[in-house]
């Protein structure tokens, strides 16, 4: 029984395509989260949202966008998709401040 | 700016050598420091959240304490499978990582 869980588990797409990566949490938390994380292993935080806010970082470019269907779930999609989208992207949730992770998907962007 | 920094980035020790991996930071109104494991492959698994200065927290053989600046992480006498990259991570008005301390325990 996974507590957070993400799909697909590897992603292999063509630079420009549009893909979506699907996060779901059981453990009842109110807040998700999802995180790039780059080849030297630096994890960024991209999006925070609640049932009542999105927190978006600034920095990220409006080719990636969530959508949270309820509360247990929230998916990231990409739209036009960069080399430099290739990475490790990370959901997390939380109810107090700490966070607990997915296990990742790994995007490449051929 | 809101930032942490980890060092050193990489630390081999042999299997039952102690020793300590730092976490600095500066942040704004600090709501919260953690610390994670990850494995290869794998996503960051909790370890610890502190909150305030002269707060420690202890599990197994490891051992998280903080300061207004800092933070350490202790481990006591490691095993090989304590081996893993070991992540910081503060919440001000936002998360911040830091890009952790790849830790090799050699038998």
């Known amino acids: 029984d996974t507590a957070v869980s993400q799909t697909p588990k590897y992603l292999v797409t063509q630079m420009g395509n549009d893909k979506s990566i699907k996060c779901e949490q059981n453990l009842g938390h109110d807040t998700m989260y999802w995180y790039k994380q780059d080849s030297k292993k630096f994890l960024k935080i991209m999006f925070s949202?609640?049932?009542?806010?999105?927190?978006i970082n600034e920095t990220v470019p409006n080719r990636f966008s969530p959508k949270s269907p309820d509360k247990a779930h929230l998916n990231l999609h990409i739209n036009s998709l960069e080399l430099g989208d290739s990475a490790v992207y990370f959901c997390?949730?939380?109810?107090?401040?700490?966070?607990?992770f997915g296990p990742g998907t790994r995007l490449l962007v051929l | 700016e809101d930032q942490v920094t980890q060092s050193p980035e990489a630390l081999r020790l042999q299997e039952g050598e102690s020793s300590s991996l730092n976490c600095s930071y500066t942040v704004s109104g600090l709501r919260g420091l953690f610390w994670y494991r990850q494995d290869p492959g794998k996503g960051p698994e909790f370890l610890f959240t502190?909150?305030?200065a002269g707060e420690e927290k202890e599990k197994e053989r490891l051992k998280a304490t903080l300061t207004k600046k800092e933070s350490f992480l202790h481990i006591t006498a490691p095993k090989p499978e304590d081996s893993a990259t070991y992540l910081c991570a503060v919440r001000g008005n936002q998360f911040y990582f830091g890009t952790g301390t790849s830790l090799t325990v050699i038998p």
């Open positions: 949202y609640n049932n009542k806010e999105l927190i």
């Open positions: 997390a949730s939380s109810s107090t401040e700490t966070q607990y």
């Open positions: 502190l909150y305030s």
